[in-house]
T-cell receptor, first 111, second 115 residues
Framework: GEDVEQSLFLSVREGDSSVINCTYT??????LYWYKQEPGAGLQLLTY?????DMKQDQRLTVLLNKKDKHLSLRIADTQTGDSAIYFC???????????FGTGTKLQVIP | DTGVSQDPRHKITKRGQNVTFRCDPI?????LYWYRQTLGQGPEFLTY????????KSRLLSDRFSAERPKGSFSTLEIQRTEQGDSAMYLC?????????????FGQGTRLTVV
């Protein structure tokens, strides 16, 4: 079945850029997503990219998609302490917005 | 509309008891999903409704689990004879099948602890 993999942990200093990486196995995805989950809170959609795009920029967020290698990344510029959270990569390989999530990357921002 | 609402937020139950959770989706959304998230993992798909029809169930959804969406609005997820392994966060999400829609909106979840 579909598999979405992420590294478990990333630590960066405030003001630096963060890059969170993800690999996926199913090439039939239409959209790929990045969700943010803060302690005690629900999942918040940060951004998404359509599968025929290579890059999408949204303020401090840049998403890069390499379809050939099935690799997705999220870059957060000027990382702030409020960015500390778990970030999930996900895709809709199941269709009808049914989402397959990665294991999540915990981002720790050091002041 | 305040988004997807789930009730209760927390539930502690003894092993062997039945529990029921409720999800109220965003009012104009015809699609509704249940996910389960265990500690340190990403959410895993459980089941999906379009209107009142349950169109897909994951193999994770054992016979002790049942979900309903009787009028195509709110949904309930019942777990019978709970086991300690059922302890998890149960997330509900909703979306619209409209052409331009790309996003499922998630509720804050119901955290179940089976003791």
């Amino acid at each position: 079945g579909e598999d979405v993999e992420q590294s478990l942990f990333l630590s960066v200093r405030e003001g630096d850029s963060s890059v969170i990486n993800c690999t996926y196995t199913d090439s039939s995805s239409t959209y790929l997503y990045w969700y943010k989950q803060e302690p005690g809170a629900g999942l918040q959609l940060l951004t998404y990219i359509f599968s025929n795009m290579d890059m999408k920029q949204d303020q401090r967020l840049t998403v890069l998609l390499n379809k050939k290698d099935k690799h997705l990344s999220l870059r957060i510029a000027d990382t702030q302490t409020g960015d500390s959270a778990i970030y999930f990569c996900a895709d809709d390989s199941g269709g009808y917005q049914k989402v397959t999530f990665g294991t999540g990357t915990k981002l720790q921002v050091i002041p | 509309d305040t988004g997807v609402s789930q009730d209760p937020r927390h539930k502690i139950t003894k092993r062997g008891q039945n529990v029921t959770f409720r999800c109220d989706p965003i009012s104009e959304h015809n699609r509704l999903y249940w996910y389960r998230q265990t500690l340190g993992q990403g959410p895993e798909f459980l089941t999906y409704f379009q209107n009142e029809a349950q169109l897909e169930k994951s193999r994770l959804l054992s016979d002790r689990f049942s979900a309903e969406r009787p009028k195509g609005s709110f949904s309930t997820l019942e777990i019978q004879r709970t086991e300690q392994g059922d302890s998890a966060m149960y997330l509900c999400a909703s979306s619209s099948s409209g052409h331009s829609n790309t996003e499922a909106f998630f509720g804050q979840g119901t955290r179940l602890t089976v003791v």
